[in-house]
């Protein structure tokens, strides 16, 4: 079985600074790795996500993402952080045996700091 | 953008009665999950379809709750009789799946009150 794990449950960063949301990851096969993002009262949207390629992964707004298959982690990670990238961010790991359903991790919430 | 719909937004039902949750799947779309969130439990997985077909409910409670397509354009979430314990938002995501397409869109979800 895969499994995602998120070390921080909360990330508080000054804005301008740089953030970093960890993400370490369990799959047989190659991993399949996501970013989701949700804000209060909201659904989940897509950010990133990593199939093959590159390590590092681009996404929506500003956001990369480092895939690193030694330490299987995944880290979120942004230059320079605003007061509206401030939610709960969740990793997420697709299903290795071919259901294709995401299994997540348990989230860690931003916090930027005006 | 094209968005996957879920209805109600809110529900509050008493301890015992029926709930229904709808989910209306991105045109095209052959993949469709619901998933619950919990502060305790975080995002699970209770059911998925593949082409209208359940591959997984394998995380649902099967005494109470059930999961069905009857159609493309409509998937239900039931829940009798509801408890307490069920208290969650309940999310809906929808997918095109192929050998080059991982994407899924989530729906603002069903938050769910039982008292």
């Known amino acids: 079985a895969q499994s995602v794990a998120q070390p921080e449950d909360q990330v508080n960063v000054a804005e301008g600074n740089p953030l970093t949301v960890k993400c370490t990851y369990s799959v047989s096969g190659n991993p399949y790795l996501f970013w989701y993002v949700q804000y209060p009262n909201r659904g989940l949207q897509f950010l990133l996500k990593y199939i093959t390629g590159d390590n590092l992964v681009k996404g929506s707004y500003g956001f990369e993402a480092e895939f690193n298959k030694s330490q299987t982690s995944f880290h979120l990670k942004k230059p320079s952080a605003l007061v509206s990238d401030s939610a709960l961010y969740f990793c997420a790991v697709r299903d290795s045996t071919g259901r294709r359903a995401l299994t997540f991790g348990s989230g860690t919430r931003l916090q930027v700091q005006p | 953008d094209a968005r996957v719909t879920q209805t109600p937004r809110h529900k509050v039902t008493e301890m015992g009665q029926e709930v229904t949750m709808r989910c209306q799947p991105i045109l095209g779309h052959n993949t469709v999950f619901w998933y619950r969130q919990t502060m305790m439990q975080g995002l699970e997985l209770l059911a998925y379809?593949?082409?209208?077909?359940?591959?997984?409910d394998s995380g649902m409670p099967k005494d109470r709750f059930s999961a069905e397509m009857p159609d493309a354009t409509l998937a239900t979430l039931k829940i009798q009789p509801s408890e307490p314990r069920d208290s969650a938002v309940y999310f809906c995501?929808?997918?095109?799946?192929?050998?080059?397409?991982?994407?899924?869109?989530f729906g603002s979800g069903t938050r769910l009150t039982v008292v």
């Open positions: 995501a929808s997918g095109l799946v192929t050998a080059s397409n991982y994407g899924y869109t």
């Open positions: 379809f593949r082409n209208r077909a359940p591959l997984d």
